[in-house]
């Protein structure tokens, strides 16, 4: 099971790849950050924005919390949005992510 270790949001000091959009976060852009352990430490980070789209998908979703944690929203999208394609295209947008790549 996943513990999450801690949480916030900070400014980046190096680049680091978003969990949702998978676009890079750019030095001194605030971004929000956990820390979990699962099998090891290790530390996702995401631009706000993105978080802010994945939170509101999560409480439409039928998607619980499960042993592994909360899917980042390019999975979500690639998995329940791919036959949808005007709801793709939306949120693909929102969340920086190109359409054609899912």
């Known amino acids: 099971m996943v513990q999450m270790l801690s949480q916030g949001a900070?400014?980046?000091?190096?680049r680091h790849q978003c969990y949702h959009c998978g676009r890079d976060i750019a030095p001194g852009e605030t971004y929000g950050f956990q820390?979990?352990?699962?099998?090891?430490?290790?530390?996702?980070?995401?631009?706000?924005?993105?978080?802010?789209?994945?939170?509101?998908?999560?409480?439409?979703?039928e998607h619980t919390y499960?042993?592994?944690?909360?899917?980042?929203?390019?999975?979500?999208?690639?998995?329940?949005c791919i036959g949808n394609v005007a709801l793709r295209d939306y949120l693909a947008n929102a969340c920086r992510v190109g359409a054609e790549v899912l």
């Open 10 to 14: 900070r400014k980046a000091k190096k």
């Open 35 to 61: 820390t979990n352990k699962y099998d090891y430490v290790y530390t996702i980070a995401w631009h706000l924005d993105c978080e802010e789209l994945a939170a509101k998908c999560r409480l439409l979703s």
């Open 66 to 80: 499960d042993d592994e944690g909360w899917q980042g929203l390019r999975d979500e999208l690639v998995h329940n």
